[in-house]
């Protein structure tokens, strides 16, 4: 049986079928509800308000013709696209104006190039479409293994088709000019943009399908490009993709003397630990937790959102972005408060909040306004650092170092250009003997792809990269389950 829907505010009027649940059919209407969980029904951030009741949408089930009043999505995010790298000289594969993607699991940049001189002519960004079908990657592999493995390929196609049309109406061009597109991203963002089922990621030995630099017609994933070629980038492992790759030729460290550790940390972090000498990446799962996802108040780095929180006389201040009322907290406010915390003897070294307050069962500690963190957050900030921890540790080992003999600390990608280092080291997540060896790299992956678009030679070093990087499964490492539970303590010893 047939229902009607009617979406408010706008008017639309759309078909579902009787026992459907109503998120995916907001995502057929073109909406892109807000679901970190994947319409699991865990997050609570896809609501929307049917007969004066706020539910989930993921849970609510299409039974009779309705009206379903959509809530105001999250603020604009602040994304970041200034690029680390220069190009030396463009020598492209093809002479024409270049494009370059980052496609990341929670934003994707776009930057129009010149293609003689490799200069930056426009620049445009967008959180990535797919965020309502998850906020990470392993959420949005089963997504895709459930069968909606085209709808995630068409909504980001779609996406980057609007940032390219963009960029080229800034500078009086008309996409089909375009003759090359390089497209950097993790294994599962690269293999949903080209179509390519992500299920060699959902299981042993998560091997990479994408291993070989190559160059292939960019019409048949971006028609508007209809004379590009399109630039493929290849992985290092099933979890270590060509956003590192692409950190690794912006950064040049594999020309370093000094060992570098460079960090993109994410839902899915990626380290690489190395020098001119020796190579080794790996993949700590993070999970979503730094991106806003599974935290009560928990945010995008928006307006609205407290990115910094610290002590003075006594008490817990804090900063919103934008300057207004506090709506939620993002990544680099909550590592900030657990450091505060800490500072504070509000929190104890396991982790355990040390406060009066209660809600629902857990104890809490106030913000600001209306805003709070609970036990449950304090609890998935715990994995994320402790899976960030056990990866430069056993990292150094495999190359035989101490983290002494690490000269310098890269930080890729928006949170890390927003992360206070002191917070990071005050609670463990890297290593407090290195906090005066931290710098910020920007968006190294989008460097990296710019790079890439404007030189064969860097195709084929990328090429060499993949190769010459050794890849280190964490969970195979001996010790690995002792060094993540000890890194889950904010007392943790590296």
């Known amino acids: 049986m047939k229902i009607q829907i009617k979406i408010l505010p706008d008017g639309r009027t759309v078909t579902a079928e009787t026992g459907e649940k109503l998120l995916p059919v907001l995502r057929r209407a073109g909406l892109s509800p807000d679901a970190p969980c994947g319409g699991q029904g865990t997050c609570g951030k896809c609501r929307v308000i049917i007969d004066s009741q706020t539910v989930p949408a993921c849970q609510a089930i299409v039974s009779q013709d309705m009206a379903v009043v959509t809530l105001p999505p999250q603020p604009k995010a602040e994304i970041l696209s200034d690029s680390w790298g220069t190009v030396e000289q463009a020598a492209p594969i093809k002479q024409g104006p270049l494009?370059?993607?980052?496609?990341?699991?929670?934003?994707?940049?776009?930057?129009?190039?010149?293609?003689?001189?490799?200069?930056?002519?426009?620049?445009?960004?967008?959180?990535?479409?797919?965020?309502?079908?998850?906020?990470?990657?392993?959420?949005?592999?089963?997504?895709?293994?459930?069968?909606?493995?085209?709808?995630?390929?068409?909504?980001?196609?779609?996406?980057?088709?609007?940032?390219?049309?963009?960029?080229?109406?800034?500078?009086?061009?008309?996409?089909?000019?375009?003759?090359?597109?390089?497209?950097?991203?993790?294994?599962?963002?690269?293999?949903?943009?080209?179509?390519?089922?992500?299920?060699?990621?959902?299981?042993?030995?998560?091997?990479?399908?994408?291993?070989?630099?190559?160059?292939?017609?960019?019409?048949?994933?971006?028609?508007?490009?209809?004379?590009?070629?399109?630039?493929?980038?290849?992985?290092?492992?099933?979890?270590?993709?060509?956003?590192?790759?692409?950190?690794?030729?912006?950064?040049?460290?594999?020309?370093?003397?000094?060992?570098?550790?460079?960090?993109?940390?994410?839902?899915?972090?990626?380290?690489?630990?190395?020098?001119?000498?020796?190579?080794?990446?790996?993949?700590?799962?993070?999970?979503?937790?730094?991106?806003?996802?599974?935290?009560?108040?928990?945010?995008?780095?928006?307006?609205?959102?407290?990115?910094?929180?610290?002590?003075?006389?006594?008490?817990?201040?804090?900063?919103?972005?934008?300057?207004?009322?506090?709506?939620?907290i993002c990544g680099s406010g909550l590592i900030d408060a657990a450091a505060a915390l800490l500072d504070a003897g509000l929190l104890n070294r396991r982790g355990r909040l040390l406060t009066d307050e209660m809600l629902d069962g857990q104890r809490t500690v106030r913000l600001a306004g209306e805003i709070y963190l609970t036990q449950d957050d304090i609890r998935q900030l715990q994995l994320a650092k402790g899976a960030i921890a056990t990866g430069i540790e056993l990292l150094a080992a495999q190359l035989g170092i101490g983290l002494e003999g690490i000269g310098k600390i890269l930080l890729a990608g928006a949170f890390g250009s927003y992360l206070r280092p002191e917070s990071a080291c005050r609670i463990g997540l890297l290593p407090p003997v290195l906090l005066g060896k931290i710098s910020v790299a920007g968006n190294a992956a989008g460097g990296g792809a710019k790079m890439l678009a404007c030189s064969g030679r860097e195709l084929r070093r990328a090429q060499e990269l993949a190769e010459r990087i050794t890849f280190i499964e964490l969970a195979e490492q001996p010790g690995f389950q002792r060094a993540f539970a000890r890194n889950m303590g904010f007392d943790a010893a590296f």
């Open 99 to 328: 494009l370059a993607f980052d496609i990341g699991t929670t934003t994707v940049v776009c930057y129009l190039l010149d293609g003689k001189t490799g200069k930056e002519l426009a620049c445009a960004s967008m959180l990535n479409p797919q965020s309502a079908y998850g906020a990470d990657v392993v959420t949005r592999i089963h997504a895709a293994l459930r069968g909606a493995l085209a709808d995630l390929t068409a909504v980001l196609r779609a996406g980057m088709t609007g940032l390219i049309q963009t960029v080229c109406r800034r500078v009086g061009i008309r996409p089909e000019e375009i003759a090359v597109v390089s497209v950097v991203g993790n294994p599962c963002m690269q293999q949903l943009f080209l179509g390519i089922s992500p299920k060699n990621l959902a299981a042993v030995p998560f091997s990479p399908v994408l291993t070989k630099a190559e160059t292939r017609a960019a019409r048949d994933c971006l028609p508007v490009c209809a004379n590009a070629v399109l630039l493929i980038v290849p992985a290092i492992s099933g979890y270590v993709g060509a956003d590192t790759i692409g950190c690794v030729l912006s950064t040049r460290m594999y020309e370093a003397e000094e060992t570098v550790l460079m960090i993109d940390i994410g839902t899915n972090g990626e380290l690489v630990l190395g020098s001119s000498r020796q190579m080794a990446a790996c993949a700590a799962a993070a999970g979503p937790a730094l991106e806003g996802a599974n935290i009560r108040f928990g945010m995008r780095g928006a307006e609205g959102a407290i990115d910094h929180v610290w002590l003075e006389d006594g008490g817990i201040q804090c900063s919103v972005i934008g300057g207004g009322k506090a709506a939620g």
